[in-house]
């Protein structure tokens, strides 16, 4: 039953706003109540009301809708490439090439909306997965309790709390019986925090450490109490961290930077050639406005139209992908961001961990039973040295059980295969301890009700049951701070046998508590008495016998360890940044294998107050040796992200909280949860993990590789084909030759012949050793230097037999006919040499004979319906028409053939070369073995 606060009598007609620096956790409950002029028995006036709701606004923050329709399409547009095609598009329509006008604004259009549905569907996705807010606040007005919208809570309200309600606004409790909240969406704290009236005096308290203040969004797991509403809407915490969201840029992904930058250089590309090969052809005597339709033609040939359609396609690919592996991608650029990961900052509870509390070790008498399973399903049971406990169970664990689950208030509601803990999870681990043994809780409670009980308080720490047991006598159940039991036993219960509680055993104890506290468990001890009839219950919490210890963890994932030691292996760094205690903090990343910053040195792990006003250089030194971070702030988190991207790393971060969000929105990839995550967290990322597993991010990181690999792959492939068509326009002038491609031929290639087997080699297979290198350097570009040497000479090999091939048509046909039936030859040519160099661009090291050449069965079947099409182009006769071609006569494919095969055959064998010299190097460069007898 709630107590009555003291009487305040003075009442201004208004209060200032409240502001993040009143640090009313250091304030006594009757002086939070006298600065906010309110008397809590009684609450505010209606009068009172109006005029503070004038003054603060509502108690509303800004939903986040996510990204609207109109914004996904528009982001579509935006790439310099595809402007650089837009261009081309206008020009086509401004000289009256309609369809070559039309066919650009085609590939746009297509690429457009396959990247906007793409989007959209995981937007929609994200939507489902958004869940309603409490809208309700009970309240203490006019002396009476009420039911109002919270969006109505004003500074100085009086707010009932309850057991399963959700904390509607920022407050300073000033009455609590056994109340505890859950405040991980705001903290990261796993486990419920147990509340307080009482004033904290210590003025740099984290956020998790303010045992006497309620936070929006938080949710009573049991008890019940009142608080002083000290900060409503923008001016609770929750608020400010939406204010620091605003604040807070989101990066561009590397892809998006690198193809940016790839734009850039082919406007600049485009635009010298096409004034280049105007001048030459004019100074040569061609008519201008004929000079200009062929830079055009050159224009067209220089942009790989092909390339926006082909990467998003890919991207979309990747985002189904990782769908279907539990990562949902809400922007086509993140899939690839995953891939450059150079350092992973992970939240522990929920990601790392189960989030489900579970009982893990057993002391009684001097055993140690060990419990096997995790979380709150049943699976799993009792042990004692690798040996399963026998049944029916001895006299003393199953009084410790028994202990354990009817010392308690929680129950388990299950549903199917999903088990939920109504009440506090460590109790509700307690229960499903005694289930796992073979002790029902609803059968317990029926054999051994409960008549009589003290809840726990914080004061005392501990909590007490009294029970009838079947022969008619009272026993007390008592559980709680092992430290506390045990100054209250005088006995304790080994082998059946209740014996004095020596000191030395006393000290045994302690030791046990300690070592399971070390390992990251949460310890609480059981304790048991019999009742005399008649005896005070005020009486029953001494002379107690003890009974043992139960060690409670938030389990670690069984995936968590191996995919560390994955990201270790690939070189990425994983740094743990959570609101759990620094203690729990180091032991879970040592149990998980965390490796220290700095190699060679201990795992260093840094308190909230040791960042408190650190410049730039002192945030860049912590970030580079710390590989824990425990209670740290949402602008702490923020500063971190920012840290690590100074230095040079591209930072995915995950998080499930509304404290995560301003950091999600800065990393490089933002991941948040999607079963633990808040909406605020899931409105800020790039990325949701639908099952909350780290293993999960670890496989997209896999996926974005790979996608990365494939990426580079067709990139090659694409623009060595149109530095082909480029140069071979090019040197053709150059040689004073007739223009061998006509505009709507080069369309044909670039749409058409290329676009098939560059998607297909966006398919290409994972490669096993993904994840056994080290990250990319983020700042090389899509285009590094060494793939654009071999872009040059591959590129140039294809144009120069394409240029033999249209310079023995000429020669053979004549300059009459030869028009036709030589472009025919070149336009063949490019077309079958660039379809048999998709084989060679699958890897720039691997020979196309080697085991792997069936295993890309898309590659077969893209170059077969190329190669179909490209036969259609000569010999039907609406595609003759429209571009321009003869049927081939047998000589002239005999040329085709040879001509095209040419490029391959050389590009095989200069990978062979390479290899060659490769392995005596590294033959020469080993060391001698040793001589032998």
């Known amino acids: 039953m709630p107590c009555t606060a003291r009487r305040v009598t003075t009442q201004p007609p208004s209060i200032a706003a409240p502001t993040s620096s009143t640090l009313w956790h250091t304030l006594a409950a009757s002086e939070v109540a006298a600065r906010l002029s309110v008397d809590p028995s009684v609450g505010l006036t209606r009068a009172e009301v109006d005029r503070r709701l004038k003054q603060h606004g509502p108690n509303v923050i800004g939903v986040p809708r996510g990204r609207g329709v109109l914004r996904i399409l528009i982001a579509q547009f935006q790439s310099v490439i595809v402007v650089l095609l837009a261009v081309a598009t206008a020009l086509a329509f401004a000289l009256e090439e309609t369809i070559q006008g039309f066919a650009v604004l085609g590939v746009l259009v297509i690429n457009g909306l396959i990247g906007f549905f793409t989007e959209w569907s995981a937007e929609r996705s994200l939507v489902g997965l958004r869940q309603q807010t409490a809208a309700l606040a009970h309240v203490v007005r006019e002396g009476h309790e009420q039911e109002i919208a919270a969006a109505a809570l004003v500074p100085g309200d009086i707010v009932i709390l309850r057991a399963g309600a959700k904390v509607p606004a920022d407050g300073r409790v000033i009455e609590e019986e056994q109340l505890q909240v859950q405040e991980s969406a705001l903290t990261g704290e796993a486990t419920p925090v147990s509340k307080t009236r009482e004033a904290l005096p210590d003025a740099v308290l984290a956020l998790g450490d303010r045992t006497n203040v309620g936070y929006l969004g938080s949710v009573v797991t049991t008890g019940r109490g009142r608080m002083i509403v000290t900060g409503t809407g923008r001016h609770t915490e929750v608020g400010t961290i939406g204010k620091l969201l605003e604040e807070t840029h989101e990066s561009s992904s590397p892809l998006e930077l690198k193809l940016a930058e790839l734009g850039r250089r082919l406007v600049g590309l485009v635009g010298v050639l096409t004034v280049i090969i105007v001048a030459v052809g004019w100074l040569r005597g061609h008519t201008l406005l004929a000079m200009v339709e062929v830079g055009i033609a050159l224009a067209i040939a220089a942009v790989p139209e092909g390339l926006p359609a082909v990467a998003t396609i890919t991207l ?44 893990r070790v057993m002391i009684v008498g001097e055993r140690r039973i060990e419990v096997r399973g995790s979380g709150y399903a049943l699976d799993g049971g009792l042990e004692e040295g690798s040996v399963a406990v026998p049944t029916p169970l001895d006299d003393d664990l199953t009084l410790a059980l028994q202990i354990g689950a009817l010392c308690n208030d929680a129950e388990i509601d299950r549903e199917g295969d999903r088990a939920t803990v109504l009440g506090d999870p460590t109790e509700g681990a307690l229960v499903v301890l005694a289930e796992k043994a073979g002790l029902p809780h609803v059968a317990l409670e029926a054999a051994l009700p409960r008549v009589a009980e003290i809840p726990f308080e914080t004061a005392l720490l501990r909590m007490l049951t009294v029970h009838t047991l079947a022969d008619g006598t009272s026993r007390a159940f008592v559980k709680g701070a092992p430290r506390v039991l045990l100054d209250a036993s005088v006995t304790e219960r080994v082998n059946g046998v209740e014996r004095p509680l020596e000191d030395a055993r006393r000290a045994w104890w302690l030791e046990e508590n300690r070592k399971l506290a070390a390992s990251a468990m949460r310890v609480l001890a059981l304790a048991t008495r019999s009742l005399p009839a008649g005896s005070p219950l005020d009486d029953a919490a001494n002379g107690l016998t003890f009974v043992g210890l139960v060690g409670i963890e938030d389990a670690i994932r069984p995936e968590a360890r191996a995919a560390i030691a994955t990201c270790r292996e690939a070189g990425i760094r994983t740094i743990m940044i959570t609101g759990d205690q620094e203690v729990t903090a180091v032991e879970i990343a040592r149990q998980i ?15 909230s107050r040791d960042l408190v006003d650190l410049d730039a250089a002192a945030w860049d030194r912590v970030v580079r040796e710390t590989t824990v971070f425990a209670r740290v702030s949402p602008e702490q988190k923020l500063r971190i992200v920012e840290a690590l991207q100074r230095q040079g790393h591209v930072v995915a971060m995950t998080g499930d909280g509304a404290n995560d969000a301003p950091a999600l929105k800065r990393a490089d990839i933002g991941i948040a949860m999607g079963i633990q995550g808040t909406d605020v967290a899931k409105d800020a990322a790039d990325m949701v993990v639908l099952d909350d597993d780290f293993a999960t991010i670890v496989a997209a990181v896999e996926q974005g590789r790979i996608l990365y690999a494939n990426i580079v792959r067709f990139v090659h492939y694409l623009f060595s084909c149109n530095l082909a068509e480029i140069l071979t326009v090019f ?67 294809i144009a120069a037999v394409s240029l033999t091939a249209f310079a023995i048509g000429r020669e053979r046909h004549g300059d009459a006919d030869g028009s036709r039936a030589a472009t025919t030859m070149v336009f063949m040519t490019l077309s079958l040499a660039q379809l048999f160099h998709a084989f060679s661009a699958r890897s720039r090291h691997r020979s196309i004979l080697g085991r792997g050449m069936f295993s890309n069965v898309w590659l077969w079947v893209a170059v077969g319906a190329s190669l179909a099409l490209q036969v259609a182009a000569v010999f039907a006769p609406p595609l003759q028409r429209l571009l321009h071609t003869a049927a081939p006569s047998a000589f002239d494919w005999a040329v085709i053939v040879c001509a095209s095969l040419t490029p391959v055959l050389v590009v095989e ?10 392995r005596r190097e590294a033959k020469a460069s080993s060391p001698p073995a040793p001589a032998t007898a």
Request: aromatic share 4%; charged share 15%; with cysteine.
């Open 593 to 607: 294998g965390l490796a220290p910053a700095i190699e060679g040195q201990a795992l260093r792990a840094t308190h």
């Open 909 to 918: 064998c200069v990978k062979l070369a390479t290899r060659v010299l490769a």
């Open 316 to 359: 979309a690919l990747g985002m189904r992908r990782m769908a279907e592996a539990n990562a949902l991608v809400r922007r086509l650029p993140a899939v690839e961001t995953l891939g450059a990961t150079t350092v992973i900052c992970t939240d522990k509870t929920g990601t790392l961990t189960t989030n489900e509390m579970t009982a």
């Open 731 to 797: 040197l053709a002038i150059t040689f004073a030759w007739p223009v061998p491609l006509v505009a709507l031929q080069i369309l044909w290639l670039n749409i058409i012949t290329d676009v098939f087997p560059a998607l297909a080699l966006a398919l290409e297979p994972s490669a096993s050793g993904a994840m056994r290198v080290p990250p990319r350097d983020p700042h090389e570009p899509i285009v590094p230097r060494r793939l654009a040497l071999t872009i040059g000479w591959q590129g140039l090999l």
